[in-house]
């Protein structure tokens, strides 16, 4: 069965500071992946996909993820985080047999001034 | 250009009471998907149309659930009768078609029952 795993709950990373939001999945195939963020009162909103190429994907606001299929991997990044990317982020997985998208429990970033 | 639209936002009954949720997909989409998230979780697919047809419903529980997308543009989810465990966000989200995994969401309907 398909499958999305965010390890952690909650992320905590100062201002400025570098941040990571982990990923891992298990697909039959060649997985798509995704990172949605949202935030309070909102619909999920896209920031990035993979599905094919460049195993490093930019994405909106600066995110990026790195592709890892050795790993079975894709975790969220940002080289410098802001107050405002405080939110709850989403991973997502797509592929194999069906066209269903899994979503991840979500973790949420919370970026302290 | 327009996203998804929903409504209503937010929506209180009580419990065997029916509700009904409307979605309005970004124009040309020919995909809409209803999930449901609950608290704490990711959302989770209830039903997948493809214009009218429904392609995936493996995930409603159809003894209370239903849906419909008469015309492949806008659809309606509708409970009835809602239980005290169907207090959940609904999501609707659409895509260009099934082969384009990059879903647009809706802000949900937040739905309490009491």
């Known amino acids: 069965a398909q499958s999305v795993a965010q390890p952690e709950d909650q992320v905590n990373v100062a201002e400025g500071n570098p941040l990571t939001v982990k990923c891992t999945y298990s697909?039959?195939?060649?997985?798509?992946l995704f990172w949605y963020v949202q935030y309070p009162n909102r619909g999920l909103q896209f920031l990035l996909k993979?599905?094919?190429?460049?195993?490093l994907v930019k994405g909106s606001y600066g995110f990026e993820a790195e592709f890892n299929k050795s790993q079975t991997s894709f975790h969220l990044k940002k080289p410098s985080a802001l107050v405002s990317d405080s939110a709850l982020y989403f991973c997502?997985?797509?592929?194999?047999?069906?066209?269903?998208?899994?979503f991840g429990t979500g973790t949420l970033l919370a970026v302290q001034p | 250009e327009a996203g998804v639209v929903q409504s209503p936002r937010y929506k209180i009954i009580e419990k065997k009471q029916p509700v009904a949720f409307w979605c309005n997909p970004i124009?040309?989409?020919?995909?809409l998907y209803w999930y449901l998230q609950n608290l704490g979780q990711g959302p989770e697919l209830l039903i997948r149309y493809e214009n009218e047809e429904a392609v995936d419903d493996s995930q409603l529980p159809k003894d209370r659930f239903s849906a419909e997308r008469l015309k492949g543009v806008d659809s309606t989810l509708k409970i009835q009768p809602a239980e005290l465990g169907d207090s959940a966000v609904y999501l609707c989200a659409s895509s260009l078609s099934q082969d384009t995994y990059e879903q647009y969401f809706g802000p949900g309907t937040r739905l309490t029952v009491t």
């Open positions: 993979y599905i094919t190429g460049d195993n």
């Open positions: 997502a997985a797509g592929g194999g047999a069906t066209n269903k998208l899994i």
């Open positions: 697909v039959s195939g060649n997985p798509y």
């Open positions: 124009s040309g989409h020919n995909t």
